[in-house]
């Protein structure tokens, strides 16, 4: 799963590592909910192009797509983050997109270039989903 999301992303060169961690080593707020009580992280070595994901439960690829958005866009927000994320989530997960009434389709140009078209009834977005190695 994450040398899929490695390529994907165009993290080539990165070791991504993972590690699992016991739920008692994370310390919560009183006020958090137990729905809310899980960790997944990531610590990222720049210079040496490691990183490492720190988990407490199961990895999905939601969870390893948001660890490695913050590798890839280290100045990103969290919000940004998460905006990507569920991009992602859409293109990915055909019944999370119906959820939101969106409507996910492919459209392929006369020169290859492919975009997935994202609908939600009342606006359209395009992204190019392939691109030239010299892009």
């Not at 040496?48 to 948001?66: F, G, N, Q």
């Not at 913050?70 to 990103?76: L, M």
């Amino acid at each position: 799963m994450i040398d899929k999301w490695k390529a994907i992303l165009g993290l080539k060169g990165w070791t991504i590592t993972t590690e699992a961690i016991d739920k008692k080593s994370v310390i919560y707020a009183d006020d958090v909910p137990d729905s809310d009580k899980y960790f997944v992280g990531i610590q990222i070595d720049k210079e040496s192009m490691r990183a490492r994901i720190y988990h407490d439960r199961p990895l999905t690829d939601e969870y390893v797509i948001h660890e490695l958005l913050h590798v890839k866009y280290p100045d990103w927000s969290e919000d940004q983050v998460n905006s990507q994320t569920t991009l992602y989530k859409i293109l990915l997960n055909p019944d999370y997109a119906e959820s939101m009434s969106i409507k996910v389709h492919v459209r392929v140009e006369d020169n290859g270039d492919k975009y997935a078209v994202l609908n939600n009834g009342e606006e359209e977005m395009e992204l190019k989903i392939n691109q030239n190695k010299d892009e």
